[in-house]
């Protein structure tokens, strides 16, 4: 039984940081994908940082130089560590896990991922 847990999220003002955690349960944690998605009120659910299961990063624009995916394979944990939070990055945040197809990564092609948490809520104002 796959799982996938957040944890993290919070109320911040503007310019602080959060460390978002998921912890994958119920498969072999280090052959997947993993990404952190966000959706916003009345908005498609986004990706916002992805990574490979050999380390590779992926990042939206609207992110970079502000968060940083990173993960642990030894405690099966997936972080989100978030810098400079603007008002426009509050949502519900996600992670979730995907199976490589041919060696690739999904990055941010939701429907690929099989597997999601239930949200942590980030909100910055």
């Known amino acids: 039984h796959v799982q996938l847990v957040e944890s993290g999220g919070g109320s911040v003002q503007a310019g602080g940081s959060l460390r978002l955690s998921c912890t994958a349960s119920?498969?072999?944690?280090?052959?997947?994908?993993m990404g952190w998605f966000r959706q916003a009120p009345g908005k498609e659910r986004e990706g916002v940082a992805a990574?490979?299961?050999?380390?590779?990063?992926s990042y939206a624009d609207s992110v970079k130089g502000r968060f940083t995916i990173s993960q642990d394979n030894a405690m099966n944990t997936l972080y989100l560590q978030m810098n400079s939070l603007k008002p426009e990055d509050t949502a519900m945040y996600f992670c979730a896990s995907a199976r490589p197809n041919r060696g690739q990564c999904p990055d941010f092609d939701r429907a690929r991922y099989e597997h999601w948490g239930q949200g942590t809520q980030v909100t910055v104002s």
């Open positions: 990574i490979d299961s050999d380390g590779s990063t």
């Open positions: 119920g498969y072999t944690y280090s052959s997947y994908c």
